[in-house]
């Protein structure tokens, strides 16, 4: 069985899902597209909602990055807007939702009830607290790199149950083996058990 990558950025890896960067030509296996935080265009609000409308089809597997982001140089109202149209896309076209949140989580968790889609944190580090939250509040948790180092982190993830989170590269460069082994280990489970659990993950969030 592979290594699924729940989010990365490398355009010739097919097992995962790859990150389209905006404006860019989608491939031909599964991708998430989105305006993340940082590309907000204000001035170009139609032309960037055009192309993402316009790219979403079977392999698309989810909207996003999306999300809010406190240290971008963005007005939050404006950040908000994007972000709820990108969910109002996602329940159009009924595709999870990839979020990017930095220092907004409990805003991020206001706008769990405008959506009928999963939402799916990725790149989760935070502290345990956080994480109880977001779970609470019906979202996914999707770790990273930081996992393999990150004791507190580890002990975060112990207490995820196994149905709530996916494993990423994101941008790190690294082999994706490694966190299945690791996360194998601080969830008592086979390597096997771990990657079928993914699966069954991915098969609840991409049907509703």
Not at 19 to 40: C, E, R, V
Request: hydrophobic fraction near 35%.
């Amino acid at each position: 069985m592979d290594f699924f990558d729940f989010h990365h950025h490398k355009r010739n890896k097919s097992n995962g899902i790859y990150n389209l960067d905006l404006q860019k030509t989608p491939p031909d296996f599964y991708f998430s597209a989105g305006i993340h935080p940082q590309d907000i265009q204000p001035e170009n609000t139609d032309n960037q909602f055009n192309w993402l409308k316009s790219i979403i089809n079977e392999n698309c597997f989810a909207i996003g990055e999306c999300g809010l982001d406190g240290l971008v140089p963005i007005g939050m109202k404006i950040q908000e807007e994007f972000f709820l149209r990108q969910i109002q896309l996602a329940n159009e076209f009924k595709k999870p939702i990839i979020i990017h949140c930095v220092r907004k989580f409990y805003e991020v968790i206001s706008f769990r009830k405008k959506t009928e889609q999963a939402m799916i944190i990725h790149g989760f580090n935070k502290k345990q607290s956080v994480a109880d939250d977001l779970i609470k509040n019906n979202f996914y948790l999707s770790f990273g790199k930081p996992v393999l180092y990150h004791l507190s982190l580890q002990d975060t993830l112990k207490n995820v149950p196994l149905d709530k989170f996916f494993l990423e590269t994101d941008n790190d460069d690294f082999n994706i083996e490694e966190l299945y082994q690791k996360v194998s280990e601080i969830k008592k489970i086979s390597i096997e058990q771990l990657q079928q659990q993914i699966v069954e993950n991915l098969d609840s969030i991409k049907n509703g």
